[in-house]
């Protein structure tokens, strides 16, 4: 089987940059994805990271370490409109089309 | 614009009888999922169909079952609800071989009482 953690809470200001990290246990997997979700709402897909290393998609970017079974979310320029859940999610090769989610880290972004 | 829509937003439905959720997507993707989502918890996926193949979770409970009549849609069925099946139901989809990128629709909150 797969597992995620997450930190529970991050709270950052407006304006700042902020790091959610992801630690992960899994037999094999295909990339690591990240996917944002507003209270009331749906998740909404944010960055995937096939390889190690840095994406960058505007504000947000995302980064692993297969080696340290290890990836975070990176979230510049923060705004209150960023207070969301964050969730992280892997892709096992031997899980088909599916995805595991992390536990989830909700993010509160103040003044 | 192409999307997931699901019907009904918020259903009321009574111990033990059978409510059923739908879906529909205009994305035209091969694959589509159900997950349940309980308050500040990640997730959950029950199944999903690859086309017309279903694929049930080991931890999915004989009480749901689903079916795939087309491409566009799919209906979740809730044989017995109990009040533990209290949750938001997420629709998603994905084309193939694309399932890091899943399209979720708005949900459904379901209460029972």
């Known amino acids: 089987g797969q597992s995620l953690e997450q930190p529970s809470e991050v709270t950052a200001v407006e304006g700042a940059i902020v790091q959610i990290n992801c630690t992960y246990q899994?037999?094999?997997?295909?990339?690591l994805s990240w996917y944002q979700q507003h209270d009331g709402g749906a998740p909404t897909f944010l960055s995937y990271?096939?390889?190690?290393g840095l994406e960058e998609t505007g504000r947000f970017s995302s980064f692993l370490s297969r080696s340290d079974s290890y990836g975070y979310l990176l979230l510049q320029e923060l705004q209150m409109k960023d207070s969301a859940s964050y969730f992280c999610?892997?892709?096992?090769?031997?899980?088909?089309?599916?995805?595991?989610f992390g536990t989830g880290t909700q993010l509160k972004v103040e003044l | 614009d192409a999307m997931v829509i699901q019907n009904p937003r918020y259903q009321v439905t009574q111990f033990g009888k059978p409510v059923t959720l739908s879906c529909s997507q205009t994305?035209?993707?091969?694959?589509m999922y159900w997950y349940q989502q309980k308050s500040s918890q990640a997730p959950k996926l029950l199944f999903h169909?690859?086309?017309?193949?279903?694929?049930n979770e080991a931890d999915t409970p004989d009480n749901f079952q689903s079916r795939r009549p087309n491409t566009s849609f799919c209906f979740l069925d809730i044989r017995s609800p109990g009040l533990g099946d209290a949750a938001m139901y997420l629709c998603?989809?994905?084309?193939?071989?694309?399932?890091?990128?899943?399209?979720f629709g708005p949900g459904t909150r379901l209460t029972v009482t």
């Open positions: 990271n096939a390889l190690d």
């Open positions: 999610a892997l892709g096992s090769t031997g899980g088909g089309n599916k995805l595991t």
């Open positions: 998603a989809t994905s084309s193939r071989g694309q399932a890091h990128e899943q399209y």
């Open positions: 994305l035209n993707h091969n694959v």
């Open positions: 169909y690859y086309d017309k193949d279903f694929n």
């Open positions: 899994t037999s094999g997997f295909y990339g």
